[in-house]
């Protein structure tokens, strides 16, 4: 009798413990194949795998979406075409990039992979996928660690290694579970909380740049993938990553501009989007990150940004002038009801469906979770678009996009010393019939290597000797063949969009410290096939001469006053309004050093402005692919000083 009576006094203490109170087993290895746990995060019952970015709901809901739309039904092949080949791929070995001594490009690989394997689990249902991610988790997990000491490529394999966990839990196998959690534990989370405790306001953690969204979207994501494991690590993470990310995010008010620039605008986002569905999804809030000042904005200013040959306004280090094709889009038109957004990514997949090689992997079949059917119903675009921001203030102009010639213009402020930038206040690229005519040399990733490639000291910086990172080499001004100064900014002094002529005016004085009392430049449509650009200097001293650069791979032809930009059958037109006695020149763009990657087929175009008896100068250039249209000499009587423009 007492035998029984203790083995069931045993039974009845190990269910009421387990039921009421699971973080007491929180500790130990659990083999169980469902988590039942009671054990609430933040209050808030714990959800069942999976339990990031992609419901079980959400799975149903694309299912059968899938069978009536067409481009969701085609990404879906492509999904398929795209997990049998990783089928045959070999594992990667763990190696650091000699040349970067990092991890990353592993741990982008591995997000690509098991995001496309688990997901074609979860839609086709067929085990190959799910065995072959299997592989790579215990192969990643089997490394000796995931180089914490560039926490870029902690982060990234922490959000491949947490997805899988997640997406595949019903599949995986408890010894590799274990090996998953030990990994996420050991290989990341543990430095999280040891870098939140006393990492300095420098560390990944806390910094104001991309890292520190990616970074603490990989912990956050890695945290809550295993939270059942340890719901105070869980908890700390969640708590300590959230209060740091707004470092970064305070600088995308008020109109959602990226301030490092558009090749790290879809890095951040990606990662944002990431953390924000993760957070709503599994908390019921994001800690009011989505209401930060511009980021229901931020999408709709990338889009905007992409000129109608389908090229971004590639300032900054950018390395590429393509659309990013990830799913970013797709995330933020439903959270912020932007179909304009979602259309303009459902155009960009058509063309890759047509060109399946051109797709850009990583994060890329996130699509498909995440897709987003909402139609449009802006018919034109407003003729000037203003997004402001403290570091890279944008303008964008639009032309009457259907008719012939008509222009595209986007330009834009500037912070030299800020991170990825360049002395590139002022500058602008122009477009007309799908051909830019004045452009942005952007970055190439060997310069990344270049020695005191990062060194943003005004006047002094190793950075601004290499040519494609200072001020003679993008669309803008110098004084006396001087830098602009890093430290200065160039911001939107006023603007009108509702005007015929519509206009917008940066004030860049600033960054000429000591050269200038006033530099403005101001941009103006004055007809849908028409801009015109115009610099107000106030000099210093009567000595000082001025250079006007622009750049150009089109062939140019130079005539006193006016140039020619021809590319095939196409032309564009310049002509000097102001100084009367100002002409053209060119030349071949080159950089300043043999160690700097070459540019190829690229042409300066400029204009110098001598130094006279006067400190104020006006330079007055007008731009059009319609030759009368700047050869119309009422023009002249018709442009006013910067002042007078209202």
Known sequence: MNRNYNSFAFLFLFIFLLVSNCKIFAGFPQKQEKINCMDPLFNKQLLDHPRLLFSIEEENNIKQLSKQDTLLKDLLGLLKLKADTLLTKPILRYELRQKHSDLLWISREHIYRIITLSLAYRMFDELKYAKKAEEDLINVCSYPDWDPAHFLSVAEMTEAVAIGYDWLYNYLSQDTKDLIIKSLKEKALYFAIREYDSGNSDSWAKRDTNWNIVCNTGMIMGALAIAETDIKLTEKIISQGVTFIPNCLQYFTPDGVCYEGPGYWYYTNINLAMLLKSLNDNLGHDYGLSDISGINKTASYYITTVSPSGRIFNFADVISETVNAGPVYFYFSKRFNLPDVAQFYRSILLKILKSPDTFPRWHFFLNIPWYDASISTSVEKPKLQIFDNAFNPILVFNGNSISANSIYLAAKGGAGNMPHQHLDVGSFIV????????????????????????????????????????????????????????????????????????????????????LATKVQRG????????????????????????????????????????????????????????????????????????????IINYYLLKTTVYPTNETDRTIRVVMSSDQDAINDDRLIGSLTPLLNWN
């Not at 970055?443 to 000797?465: E, I, M, Q, V």
């Not at 830098?483 to 160039?490: E, V």
């Not at 140019?556 to 102001?578: E, P």
């Open 523 to 598: 941009f103006m449509l004055l007809a849908d096939n028409l801009a015109l650009i115009q610099d107000e200097i106030g000099l210093t001293s009567t000595n000082r001469q001025i250079e006007w650069t622009s750049i150009t791979n089109a062939t140019v032809t130079v005539n006193g006053n006016r140039a020619v930009l021809q590319k095939g059958d196409k032309s564009f037109y310049l002509r000097i309004i102001s100084p009367a006695d100002a002409t053209f020149a060119t030349s071949v763009a080159k950089t300043n050093s043999s160690d700097e990657a070459p």
């Open 431 to 514: 477009e007309t019939n799908g051909v830019r005519w004045l452009d942005d040399l952007g970055c190439t990733a060997a310069d990344y290597s270049l020695p005191g490639f990062w060194d943003y000291t005004p006047l002094t910086g190793h950075r601004w000797k290499y040519f494609r990172y200072n001020n003679f080499s993008p669309n803008t001004l110098s004084i006396d063949n001087n830098l602009q100064y890093s430290t200065g900014r160039g911001i939107i002094l006023r603007y009108n969009k509702d005007s015929d002529r519509p206009f917008g005016i940066i004030d860049m004085t600033t960054v000429y410290n000591n």
